[in-house]
């Protein structure tokens, strides 16, 4: 069977799935729980100057009978003791000496943050993790993702750490910055041994229509929040990407966004991470998800072949290219499966407004058809078939041909002019404007006449 453990940067676990410092990791009690339920590791909820919280603190984005896609939060760092932080991570630690507990840290000055580090280390803390993303609350006082967006600030605190540390240091990295590489190269000037990202992002969830006020609503008021869960892993995935690709970054990376099952996490990892971190999940179905992670986990590496989590790490990493260096050659086309079509015709609406008119009714029956001369592969339509495999993409193009934008821009083959006979939208079917209005639509529905090129064609089924 596969071996789940990892080393990261020097702190070992039994497998990659840690709980992300947040409200899950907030006592001994709950990071014991979870180390039993099966998870791998836990960042503690931020160590620091104890807060006050508010009431309420969560929000919420629903899509259609999906809840929780999107989770926002006003909360800050721990409101309890360090004190009680530290001997609960002590306790934890003998229990369960061979998972990953990280300290999750956020002072201000040179001084705390060598006390704070220290005191970690004594609790028995595996490493640490330098809170430098938190969007709200905290970086009015100067931390948080104030540090994060201020690369020579957060180089020169990292330094400041390195300085007492004796266990592996990782930065948290705040998604609320233009380019993300920036704060990592300077965590790595800095000394750190791994980055993790990302934090959550600055956001207003949705707006009360009755008392004009943003969610989570604190006596009439809001504010803005972290936005984390589901619907934030592309933008995660895209940044752990950017990191893990960067020549001048070369950290070791925890992945964080997102992640909600095993296929999640494997993205994640494939994608250059090499533990990975949860946090709504676990808030909104409890930490009992680890059972289908690691097994899911596991069964797929099975089928992969792969023995251990180090072999699976960037492995999509050489796919992805800049826009300028995939193959313009390359051709698919659209083809509806009439055996599975339940004749909703969404593909047809999509392709008729949102893309390229490219999918015809025909009359006598409701299966759509892919007017393929029209087709540019976009793949709208399958996207948005209810069915799955009913509308599959096909490669149509001979395989054989390799050109990209690159390369036609050094041999000039180009559009350089407005009205470029190069621009690829001079060389499919476009319906004249007057075509999409009152009695004039008839000439884009099934069986009647067509503008093509300026001219009226009738088409040959007409």
């Excluded at 009439?220 to 960067?246: D, F, R, S």
Aim: net charge negative; proline share 6%.
């Amino acid at each position: 069977m596969p071996d789940l453990s990892i080393n990261f940067a020097g702190i070992k676990s039994p497998n990659p799935f840690w709980l992300a410092s947040a409200p899950p990791t907030n006592s001994g009690y709950q990071v014991m729980k979870a180390f039993d339920a099966g998870w791998g590791g836990a960042v503690w909820k931020t160590l620091g100057v104890p807060v006050v919280n508010v009431s309420s603190r969560y929000g919420g984005v629903n899509y259609r009978d999906k809840r929780l896609v999107g989770f926002n939060n006003i909360e800050l760092i721990s409101d309890r003791p360090l004190a009680d932080n530290l001997r609960e991570i002590e306790e934890v630690k003998k229990r369960f000496p061979n998972h990953a507990v990280i300290a999750s840290l956020m002072v201000q000055s040179r001084q705390e943050w060598h006390d704070i580090v220290r005191q970690s280390q004594d609790a028995g803390a595996d490493g640490f993790e330098l809170n430098f993303g938190c969007p709200h609350g905290m970086c009015e006082r100067g931390m948080g993702s104030a540090v994060g967006q201020e690369p020579k600030v957060l180089q020169m605190i990292v330094e400041w750490v390195m300085e007492v540390a004796q266990k592996p240091v990782i930065v948290k990295l705040t998604p609320n910055i233009s380019d993300i590489t920036e704060p990592a190269m300077a965590a790595r000037r800095g000394g750190a041994d791994a980055i993790s990202l990302i934090n959550t992002i600055q956001s207003i969830v949705g707006v009360d229509l009755d008392k004009f006020a943003p969610y989570p609503i604190v006596d009439g008021k809001g504010t803005n929040g972290g936005y984390c869960g589901p619907a934030v892993k592309p933008i995660a995935l895209n940044m752990v990407k950017n990191c893990a690709q960067h020549p001048d970054v070369r950290l070791p990376i925890s992945g964080i966004g997102g992640i909600e099952n095993w296929r999640d996490a494997v993205e994640h990892i494939l994608l250059g991470a090499s533990s990975v971190q949860v946090c709504t999940a676990a808030m909104h179905f409890g930490f009992g998800i680890i059972r289908e992670m690691t097994s899911g986990l596991e069964q797929y590496m099975v089928e992969k072949g792969f023995q251990t989590i180090d072999q699976m790490v960037g492995k999509a990493l050489p796919n992805v290219l800049h826009w300028e260096d995939l193959n313009m050659k390359y051709k698919v086309t659209a083809n509806i499966h009439e055996d599975k079509c339940i004749g909703c015709q969404l593909c047809y609406t999509a392709c008729e407004d949102g893309a390229h008119q490219a999918i015809k009714l025909n009359a006598g029956t409701r299966v759509p058809e892919i007017i393929e001369e029209n087709c540019v592969g976009c793949n709208l339509c399958s996207l948005v078939c209810p069915v799955e495999n009913c509308i599959t993409m096909e490669q149509t193009d001979s395989g054989t041909q390799h050109l990209t934008w690159k390369e036609r821009t050094e041999a000039g083959d180009i559009p350089v002019e407005f009205n470029d006979e190069k621009a690829g939208g001079r060389h499919h079917w476009v319906p004249e404007p007057a075509a999409a209005l009152g009695k004039e639509r008839h000439k884009t529905l099934p069986g009647k006449a067509r503008v093509y090129a300026g001219e009226t064609e009738v088409p040959a089924d007409a």
